[in-house]
């Protein structure tokens, strides 16, 4: 792209010379950056328009016999795309984690590695992801949602590529990913703790995340007891007295105890309020929801937040949204990995608890199909089957990766061999399969 569109602008004749060079200059600092990149359109188009995108199954390689189908597919993540567009397939949820693009031999374009001294790299990763992320938004049910790990080499224009692709307005969260802590950090300035998971939804309005246990009963705010706490659990008190916007119908008078009137912020008028109206605070104070306490001879008036009820008296349980700070380390991911294979054969496998993070936010739903197209060591649809056996779910799983350095056949493919067959483990223990699981194992390709 770069070259054809700078050649055509240096035969262009409705340039002044100045007009010509300062295109050039900023053309080309625009693909250093990767604010433009190589999109060639019609490629993607091609490939799916070839019918002969094929997915062969390898009998041989195929584990269990019956139960719950999820899938292997081996080969570049764009064939195996292209041959679930052309199968019509849909999917709930993806999760991806891509060559962060380090600079450190993590990122083959083109068949080569593209390393810190190759000035387009980071337009040649936009390029590699805008192809496959196109495909996977067509894959995409109109509920579901995209997850990709990233960290900040790449994370600013993957950012601008996802608003591109699934429209900024199904932006749905960064999430903050704490990835470890103490030694060996990669920085020498600041201590780097962390990575991204960018998400978006195919279409944000009928996106549903279930929310958490925000956890009453651990909570220590709640420290205070009275005759209720069998129904309503302990308390603590919420100030009635309210700084927010005014609205004339909560600014009324109380009377304390002694008799004496008392307002929001002590005077009629803004910008303080009550937090309730005045028909709200007589069922307070009817229901033993209120308290008066005298501060330096001054009145107070609280609301009891309980445990267990709401402010109806209704039985909840509370429950918040999840939270975009998230804390999933990636020794665990390691030692997950090395103690069903053994060995220490593949770098920086994510842990499963983080995809299974993003499958608790679809509680709701445990029949999904999730599709992880960077699958590496597999930890996608290890979670996945941990998951179903927890909450008798039935969601599918299906992974691709390439066989770089044969990973897929020594590591995706042992692992979730082992996993749902049972193996010891590096201590010896016996781990019981999750044999209710059966996977095929496909290669992907153009035909002829
Ligand atoms: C960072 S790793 C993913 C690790 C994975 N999340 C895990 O927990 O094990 C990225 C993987 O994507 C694979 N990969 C890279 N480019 C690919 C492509 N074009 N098609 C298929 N797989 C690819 C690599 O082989 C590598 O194993």
Not at 151 to 161: F, I, P, V
Request: hydrophobic share 35%.
């Amino acid at each position: 792209m770069k070259n054809s569109l700078i050649e055509k602008i240096k035969n262009a004749t409705n340039f002044t010379d100045y007009e010509r060079d300062s295109l050039i200059k900023r053309l080309e600092a625009s693909a250093k950056s990767g604010l433009i990149f190589e999109a060639k359109e019609e490629e993607i188009e091609k490939d799916l328009a070839k019918k002969n995108t094929l997915l062969k199954e390898i009998n041989a390689k195929k584990v269990g016999a019956t139960g719950i189908e999820h899938r292997l597919i081996e080969g570049d993540n764009l064939h195996g795309l292209s041959c679930l567009i052309n199968q019509k397939e849909s999917v709930d949820i993806i999760y991806i984690d891509p060559p962060y693009n380090t600079g450190n031999k993590d990122f083959k374009y083109n068949d080569h590695y593209v390393d810190s001294t190759d000035e387009f790299r980071h337009s040649k990763w936009i390029s590699f992801m805008s192809k496959r992320l196109k495909i996977a938004h067509q894959l995409l049910k109109d509920d579901g949602a995209i997850f990709i790990s990233i960290d900040d080499a790449e994370h600013a224009r993957l950012k601008l590529l996802c608003d591109e692709i699934f429209g900024n307005t199904n932006f749905v969260a960064n999430l903050v990913r704490k990835n470890k802590s103490g030694s060996g950090h990669d920085s020498k300035k600041i201590a780097v703790e962390y990575d991204y998971v960018l998400c978006y939804a195919k279409k944000i309005d009928q996106l549903k995340f279930s929310k958490e246990d925000a956890g009453a009963e651990q909570d220590p705010k709640y420290k205070l007891k009275d005759k209720h706490l069998n129904h309503r659990g302990k308390y603590y008190l919420r100030d009635l007295d309210y700084k927010g916007s005014y609205s004339r119908s909560l600014d009324y008078a109380i009377i304390a105890p002694d008799g004496t009137e008392m307002w929001p912020g002590n005077t009629f008028g803004k910008p303080n309020t009550w937090r309730w109206g005045q028909e709200k605070f007589d069922w307070g104070i009817d229901n033993d929801f209120i308290v008066f306490k005298q501060k330096n001879g001054k009145w107070k008036v609280y609301i009891k937040q309980y445990q267990f009820v709401d402010n109806k008296n209704n039985k909840r349980q509370r429950l918040i949204p999840h939270r975009a700070l998230i804390d999933f380390s990636n020794a665990i991911g390691s030692n997950e990995l090395k103690s069903i294979l053994n060995q220490d054969i593949f770098t920086y496998p994510k842990p499963t608890a983080l995809v299974e993070f993003i499958l608790d936010l679809f509680a709701h739903n445990r029949s999904l199909h999730i599709l992880d197209f960077f699958a590496g060591s597999g930890t996608s649809l290890h979670a996945t089957l941990l998951k179903n056996r927890a909450d008798g779910g039935s969601r599918r799983c299906t992974l691709i990766t390439n066989n770089e350095n044969k990973i897929c056949e020594e590591v995706t493919y042992q692992r979730s061999k082992k996993v749902i067959e049972g193996y010891k483990n590096k201590n010896g223990k016996l781990i019981e399969g999750l044999s209710e699981n059966v996977l095929r194992y496909y290669k992907a390709s153009f035909g002829k």
